[in-house]
């Protein structure tokens, strides 16, 4: 496939800014602080986005990129999804200078300022994409939004940029169908929300059974009304690794995004179903992403001359998911800086966690198989 207009990457050294404060420990009687003299930083701090920034650097893969720069979202565009009373209740607390924006999400001195300009990164990247000016972005933002809700946030999360930048490109484009594909570890709750009814996006989650949020990414919640069957979820069960994802990918998330056929693809990248993340339990390697990237671009040639919005949601291994996401923006530049990762791919793909499909998910992979065969004809047969 032709390199050709090029891959666009959104960052701007404002999202270092957004500082959700130091790590605390989660009690029946609520927080902690943690007791250690030397203050922990929160996992959702600076480091994943100012880590793949200097990767880039580093490689000289930076050179390969067209530089994006961000504008901040209106609130116009916030209230698409969100209610005006949480835009304002983000600001003020955002001018008080800390704060819970709903379930663990926390609000810094200037975070509203910068969870615009991350949102607005999203929309940058749809806008970049739809003119023509790159085939495929990478947005490198922070604060991350696939967990916001339209009225709180949740999971460090304050906007839900995903689902802003999806309805702008219906909005301001008249794209009519999304394929919105999410691979953070987690579930991607307040995106499902925003979509379930809803049959113009598609919206399909791998992540692992039963992590967070609690009772959200259940195999049985497959879409209402005119949006049943949207909703695609691939609950797997913990210690998967590069096998089952790409399993999961050939048998159920690739032929129904086929089907779907989407005039635009846009991905929740979170970066913590890695090998080494302290939040999840999942062993994908570095090769994974590179993979489920390629996967995707060529999905996306196929159906809608190549058009991919990446958008950077979590990753808590400071060292391991900066290379995951370098691996990921490798597959878009078609580049392989051949960097020594902390981790060697060559020990990593003979463990069996991350080479073999273990017998609870496949049988996992089968039940997902088998609920949403029902609205997609590609699966039957199988
Ligand atoms: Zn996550």
């Not at 200078?97 to 990247?125: F, K, M, N, R, T």
């Not at 009225?151 to 794209?175: E, K, P, S, T, W």
């Not at 597959?331 to 990762?341: A, C, D």
Request: hydrophobic share 40%.
């Amino acid at each position: 496939m032709s390199d050709s207009p090029g891959v666009g990457f959104v960052y701007d050294d404002r999202y270092l800014q957004h500082n959700p404060g130091t790590e605390v420990f989660w009690t029946e009687r609520g927080p902690l602080p943690v007791p250690f003299v030397e203050p922990t930083l929160h996992p959702s701090n600076y480091r994943l986005v100012m880590r793949t920034k200097h990767l880039l650097d580093l490689t000289g893969l930076t050179s390969h990129l067209v530089r994006i720069e961000p504008r901040p979202a209106t609130v116009e565009e916030l209230t698409v999804f969100h209610t005006p009373e949480y835009v304002e209740r983000v600001k003020q607390l955002s001018v008080k200078g800390s704060g819970d924006a709903g379930e663990h999400a926390p609000v810094g001195p200037g975070s509203y300022e910068i969870a615009l300009l991350s949102a607005g990164g999203a929309i940058s990247a749809v806008d970049a994409v739809m003119h023509g000016r790159v085939r495929r972005v990478f947005a490198n933002c922070r604060p991350p939004g696939h967990h916001a809700l339209a009225d709180r946030g949740m999971g460090y999360c304050l906007f839900n940029n995903v689902v802003i930048a999806a309805r702008h490109a219906q909005h301001a484009y008249g794209i009519k169908r999304v394929l919105i594909l999410d691979w953070d570890v987690h579930h991607g709750n307040g995106t499902q929300e925003a979509f379930y009814a809803d049959p113009s996006v598609l919206f399909v989650s791998l992540h692992q059974d039963g992590l967070y949020p609690d009772d959200m990414g259940l195999l049985r919640q497959t879409g209402a009304g005119e949006g049943a069957g949207t909703t695609i979820n691939l609950p797997l069960p913990a210690g998967c690794g590069d096998a089952v994802y790409r399993a999961a990918f050939e048998r159920i998330v690739l032929p129904i995004a086929r089907a779907f056929c989407p005039e635009l693809i846009l991905i929740s990248a979170g970066q913590d179903a890695s090998v080494m993340d302290p939040e999840g339990r999942m062993c994908l390697s570095t090769n994974a992403y590179r993979w489920m990237t390629s996967a995707l671009m060529d999905l996306a040639a196929e159906t809608c001359e190549g058009r991919l919005v990446i958008l950077q949601e979590g990753g808590y291994s400071e060292l391991y998911a900066p290379y995951c996401t370098l691996g990921i923006i490798e597959s878009l530049t078609g580049v392989r800086t051949n960097l020594p990762e902390p981790q060697d791919l060559r020990v990593l793909q003979r463990r069996p966690e991350i080479a073999t499909i273990g017998p609870s998910a496949d049988a996992a992979l089968k039940e997902i198989e088998s609920t949403h065969a029902p609205f997609w004809p590609a699966l039957r047969g199988r």
